[in-house]
């Protein structure tokens, strides 16, 4: 059963949307807060989610790839401020694409709470920590397979996690018969939770590991909802119909549970 601290995206099925967008903040991202509205309006979409790369209060160790703490007021003001200004043009979230890292989560959600953020989408970049910097989606070997899933599916236990972005991130290159049977257990919690999967338009165009269609495929049998996620680090990426559209027919080939596309 979904619980109350997740936004649930499948009110949103029926219409254009985007979870998955970046800002500067993240040091990997180009182009103003408000730019990115433009080209999603420009683009049709309904909804669009703002969900920057979550600061995790490390102690000694400044992350290369998100925000800090002390950027998140000036976030947090800005998608507001757009979404008052453009709400006759679209309806903007507020949001997070962050990790499951157990030993600091609850850190993170206290350091969190007192702004009003409406959902996070889970993108389980690292294991164990950032700090380890143990990126799963390289050369990753039985153990780091087991424990890419085991961190995905605690994190989706949480109940604090909208969607899985790019659920196939982890990059396993042994038997198929051993990816498919850890990627199944993933499947299962997520369906069990009606947590839906991303297929990521930025892998997609970029031709990396993932979206990876073996594990489409595994999800689709299992009866999982998916979701497209533009993953826009870049504002222009909005307006990439091409990419999106194949995504598009790319999870209709598997499923008829895809949902927020049009
Ligand atoms: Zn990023
Ligand atoms: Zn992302």
Redesign the pocket.
Known sequence: MKQSKTLDMTQFQNKKANF???TTRCKHAYGEDRAYVEKAIEAGFEVLGF???VPWPFEGYVSPIRMQMKDVEGYVDSVLALKEEYKSDIDIYLGF?SEYFAEMFSELMEQLQQYPIDYM?L?QHYLDNEVYRRYAGRDADEATLISYVKQVIEGIRTGYFSYV??PDLVSYQGYPAVYLQYMKQLCLEAKKLEIPLEI?V?GYREKIQYPNETFIQLAAETGNTFII?V?A?DPSQLLDKKNYEECVSLGKRYTDRLICYR
């Open positions: 998955h967008t970046h969900s920057d790369h694409e989408i993108g972005a790019h990521n930025n996620g993953d680090h």
